[in-house]
Every structure is written in structure tokens, then in C-alpha cells.
């Protein structure tokens, strides 16, 4: 689908000027896309709309929301759930638009002990992402009540809302779209997304999760295992590695 390439070249170009230029000019490239998605979806059968280019909408407004908003005054740990409330209204109403069942975006249960080892495996992505990035921790200390906050916000927001948006929806659009290959064009996103880290291996590095989280929701048909897992992730690079190991 050649559009489906164009509209990664775009974010991939957005998230760039995003990062390289200047934050307006990255949120001005994401709005244009937006419109234009809005267009093109607009412009086919009102009742089977191309799927995943309406469903790359919910990548524009994840940049547009992030970059509007007006968080400076605001504690970082509380950024995540003004950010990701709007974006997980957004998908529902996504979903709902595609005409998605919950098993089609994987809000099933699958096999619990099989999803609590892949949500498991978030422990040493964690600590692996933080050998690479090393970020400032969002606790005070390694304490039960500085960290039972932030690691509730993180496993909702960093880890449902984005599986729910890019294993869920996004990756059942892609994979309607190109088959088995979808995944690889989501990882690719969602690689992209993490450049404004200045990282050129935890690209890489995500990019590898991302596969293996995309096969693993395709193979057990939940995103419980991987949502664990993604929030784990980011629970100890956020969280926990910086204290422990800073």
C-alpha cells in the first residue's frame, strides 16, 4: 500500500524536525497529516474506510497531543495520564469506527500464565533500556509509597493505551493490510516514535521489542502479556533503575 509508506515517511520526517528544528514545526507536519488522513478517509466508502490509514490518525494525535499540551508546570510523573486519557478515548472511538470486536485488538484474557511470562519479560527489558538510555528516575526513593503511584500511571497509560493503540488497533489494520508483514510496519513506528530519546541503538532496541511483542499478541491473539510487560519496562527505567543503579 503505498500510501501506508508515504504516511511512515511522513512521521518518520515529523518526528526529525520534531526533534532536530523545532517542536512547532514537527506539531505543524502532524496536524497537516491528521487533515490529510481525515481527507483520504473522508474521500472513500463513508462505511469501510480505508482501515489503517484511519487508524495511523491515533500516531498524529499521539505528537499533537504530547506537543500541545501545557505540561512545563507540571510533575512529570502526571504528564502520562493528561497525555494518554484523550488518546485512549481517541482509540475507543477508532475502534469503534473500524467496526473492531475485542477480541479483534486483543482485549481478551488468552492463557494467564503464558501472559504473566511474556508481562515478565518487561523486567529485563527495563533494565536493558536503561543500560542504554540511563533517564533521570520520576520517584524520590526506592519506596512502597514514592513508587506505587508512578508505577500504576506508567502500567495504564505507557502500557495499556500504547499496546492497546499499536499491538491492538494499529496492528490489526496492518495486518489486514500487508499480512505477517504489518508487524514489521508497526515496530517501524513505533520505533520512529522513540527518536526524540537521541539514541540510535534504542531505536534499534525497541524496534526488536516491538516485533517480538507484535508476533506475540498475533500468536496468543492478547494483549495482556505484552501490556505487563511494556509497563514493567517502563516501571524500571523510569522508576526503579535510575534509584537502583544511578
Known amino acids: 500500500m503505498p500510501s501506508a509508506l508515504f504516511y511512515l515517511l511522513i512521521i518518520t520526517t515529523a ?5 532536530a528544528f523545532h517542536p512547532l514545526l514537527g506539531l505543524g507536519i502532524y496536524t497537516v497529516l491528521l487533515f490529510s488522513i481525515i481527507i483520504q478517509v473522508a474521500k472513500t466508502n463513508r462505511f469501510h474506510p480505508d482501515r489503517l490509514i484511519l487508524a495511523l490518525s491515533l500516531v498524529a ?5 504530547s506537543l500541545a499540551m501545557p505540561l512545563s508546570d507540571i510533575p512529570q510523573i502526571w504528564w502520562y495520564p493528561i497525555i494518554y486519557l484523550p488518546l485512549l478515548i481517541a482509540t475507543i472511538m477508532v475502534a469503534k469506527m473500524l467496526e473492531y470486536t475485542l477480541k479483534d485488538i486483543g482485549l481478551i484474557w488468552g492463557k494467564i500464565p503464558v501472559q504473566i511470562l511474556i508481562g515478565l519479560t518487561g523486567i529485563g527489558l527495563g533494565f536493558a533500556e536503561y543500560a542504554i538510555l540511563k533517564p533521570d528516575a ?10 506505587i503511584l508512578p508505577s500504576i500511571i506508567l502500567l495504564l497509560t505507557t502500557g495499556f493505551v500504547e499496546e492497546l493503540i499499536f499491538r491492538g ?19 517501524l513506528i513505533f520505533a520512529v516514535l522513540h527518536i526524540g530519546f537521541f539514541s540510535i541503538l534504542d531505536i534499534f532496541f525497541v524496534f526488536g521489542v516491538a ?10 491473539g492478547s494483549i495482556l502479556g505484552v501490556t505487563i510487560a511494556h509497563g ?4 524500571i527505567l523510569f522508576a526503579i533503575a535510575p534509584l537502583l543503579l544511578g
Open 61 to 65: 494525535l499521539i505528537r499533537i497531543i
Open 138 to 147: 520520576i520517584a524520590e526513593t526506592l519506596s512502597w509509597s514514592n513508587l
Open 232 to 235: 514493567l519496562t517502563n516501571i
Open 15 to 19: 518526528e526529525i524536525v520534531t526533534v
Open 211 to 220: 516485533l517480538v511483542f507484535g508476533y506475540l499478541v498475533k500468536k496468543t
Open 169 to 187: 488497533v494499529l496492528q490489526k489494520a496492518a495486518l489486514d493490510s500487508f499480512g505477517s508483514r504489518g508487524i514489521i510496519y508497526i515496530s
